[in-house]
């Protein structure tokens, strides 16, 4: 299963280095590039060491800051009033160009996510980092991140929806700026405000939302929770959120919405992996079980069931599922 999932990935990988989100020829948008899809569409990748395809996509990314290198500069030199005067979200794959559709764009955990993950490899000895012009963009992402007060930002977070500030976006930046200060300069109070923010949050996703799926990022890949606030994001999640073929993203959540909330299948596999972490094996089998009996028969994973169903939606598979499940089941063997 872990061959099938790595080929299944590997489809979804445009000759430009990034991913689409679902299968290429799918008409829900989810043919498109998305930063924060492309960067957790390598994790399954780099776990089973296809490290030439990891290293191309992270070409790629840097290349479409490059291509709106601009828009960093304008954005450093005056705070963004607009959302469009933010870094964006979405790209066309082949030619990288911003997809100019009202989406929720304004999406601070891609940034950091991608510092994150351009940090991680390099530490890991996965050269992804080209020449001094991609040490320039790292200065500016940091720079970018100051000027727009991540700590205190109102963005549209993970699931690209209302505008407040979202543990999981700081929490991805804290993160970011923390690995990429081994490589470039990042003042310290930079990342101490997004700390605080953190603590004053945690384990609430926001103002509005007790608990939410994108948490889970805070404990993997991330790992900028303590031992504590790990416990309380999974009770949490656990309690308010697992149902039978997926996790919901939040209570209420609309999207997809039958009458019940979805069930986001990426859930199980992401709780195996924090699972597996953590040195419990019951729960990491537990849901490693799930994620295989929510798995299609060709061995697919959805974006999501429709709530209390055994029907999924069109965005199948979703390449951040796969890429998570590959993650999970690796761990297996170590």
């Not at 479409?64 to 290198?69: N, R, V």
């Not at 109070?189 to 923010?197: C, N, R, V």
Request: proline share 3%; glycine share 6%.
């Amino acid at each position: 299963m872990i061959e099938k999932s790595v080929k299944i990935l590997k489809e979804l990988q445009y000759p430009s280095g990034v991913f689409s989100a679902s299968r290429q020829n799918v008409e829900t948008g989810y043919n498109k590039a998305w930063v924060r899809d492309c960067i957790y569409e390598t994790l399954g990748l780099e776990a089973t060491k296809h490290e030439r395809e990891v290293v191309k996509t992270f070409h790629a990314l840097f290349d479409i800051f490059l291509k709106h290198e601009y828009k960093i500069d304008h954005a450093i030199a005056s705070k963004p009033q607009h959302r469009y005067q933010y870094i964006h979200a979405r790209y066309d794959p082949s030619s990288f160009e911003e997809i100019w559709e009202e989406w929720g764009n304004k999406q601070n955990d891609a940034v950091g996510a991608f510092l994150f993950k351009v940090g991680e490899l390099e530490e890991k000895g996965i050269k992804v980092i080209k020449n001094n012009v991609h040490r320039r963009i790292l200065e500016k992402l940091v720079g970018y991140l100051n000027s727009i007060e991540y700590w205190q930002d109102e963005d549209n977070g993970v699931w690209e929806e209302n505008e407040e500030v979202h543990a999981s976006s700081v929490g991805a930046c804290v993160a970011g700026l923390r690995k990429i200060s081994k490589l470039v300069d990042v003042p310290l109070d930079l990342i101490q405000k997004g700390q605080d923010t953190l603590n004053n949050l945690l384990p609430r996703e926001s103002v509005t939302k007790e608990t939410d799926l994108a948490l889970l990022s805070l404990i993997y890949p991330f790992k900028v929770t303590t031992k504590e606030q790990t416990a309380q994001i999974l009770a949490n999640v656990e309690k308010h959120l697992v149902k039978e073929r997926g996790v919901c993203r939040y209570l209420g959540d609309y999207y997809y919405n039958n009458g019940k909330d979805a069930e986001w299948c990426m859930g199980f596999p992401w709780l195996a992996i924090i699972y597996g972490q953590l040195n419990k094996p019951r729960k990491y089998a537990e849901y490693m079980r799930k994620t295989n009996d929510i798995m299609t028969t060709n061995g697919e994973i959805p974006e999501l069931y429709y709530g209390e169903s055994k029907t999924f939606n069109e965005n199948t598979p979703l390449g951040w599922a796969q890429s998570l499940y590959i993650v999970a089941a690796t761990m297996k063997s170590k």
